[in-house]
């Protein structure tokens, strides 16, 4: 079955700082890829996403990811984190034979004003 | 306008009633899910309807039922609530299954 691992289960960071988010998945084939985030109390918003092209995606907020095919990975950005940023960030796959979005199990981060 | 709805909001019940919760899309989706995401913001598919078919049901007790009436409606029902029920549960639309989901607000149910 296919899998999504997001490496780091909380961050926490200072304000200015630059963010890496980590997420790797286990499908060889053609991907659609998502980031999601969740702020406190709040339901998923799209972040970004990757079907095909320029493997370096732009979203909202600032943040970007980069779609590294021979890694399987699709690593989330963001070159100085705000104390707004705190919240949960999913990363999530679309592909093969599954049928539906699988969710990594979440990032939390926390930024320190 | 709201693009995915929810009701309730909150939902605290005794163990062992039978509750429902709504989900409406207003963006004319054809595939809407239903996620349970547990005191670990773990997200977890339960069941995905295509134009009021389903197309994926989890391995969810039979307690659960989707009901899907028309394209922009999927209600949950729960039969026999339980301790471990207390979650937040999501609705989500999108215009097909590899695309962009787009989320409810949740119903935060807890199980007393």
């Known amino acids: 079955a296919q899998s999504v691992s997001q490496h780091n289960h909380h961050v926490i960071l200072s304000e200015a700082a630059s963010l890496e988010l980590g997420c790797n998945y286990s499908?060889?084939?053609?991907?659609?890829l998502f980031w999601y985030v969740q702020y406190p109390g709040q339901h998923l918003q799209l972040l970004l996403k990757y079907f095909s092209g320029d493997p370096l995606v732009k979203g909202i907020k600032g943040f970007e990811a980069e779609f590294i095919k021979s890694k399987f990975s699709f690593n989330l950005r963001k070159p100085s984190v705000q104390w707004s940023d705190t919240a949960e960030y999913f990363c999530a796959v679309y592909g093969g034979s599954q049928g539906n979005l699988i969710f990594g199990k979440g990032t939390k981060l926390s930024v320190k004003p | 306008d709201t693009a995915v709805s929810q009701t309730p909001k909150y939902l605290v019940t005794q163990m062992g009633n039978d509750k429902s919760i709504k989900c409406e899309q207003n963006l004319g989706h054809d595939t809407m899910y239903w996620y349970k995401q547990d005191s670990k913001k773990f997200l977890k598919i339960m069941f995905s309807y295509n134009n009021k078919e389903l197309i994926i049901n989890e391995t969810v007790p039979n307690r659960f039922s989707p009901k899907s009436p028309d394209k922009a409606h999927l209600n949950l029902h729960i039969n026999s609530l339980e301790l471990g029920d207390s979650a937040v549960y999501f609705c989500a639309s999108s215009p097909g299954t590899s695309n962009e989901q787009f989320f409810g607000p949740g119903t935060r149910l807890t199980v007393l």
């Open positions: 499908y060889g084939g053609t991907v659609n």
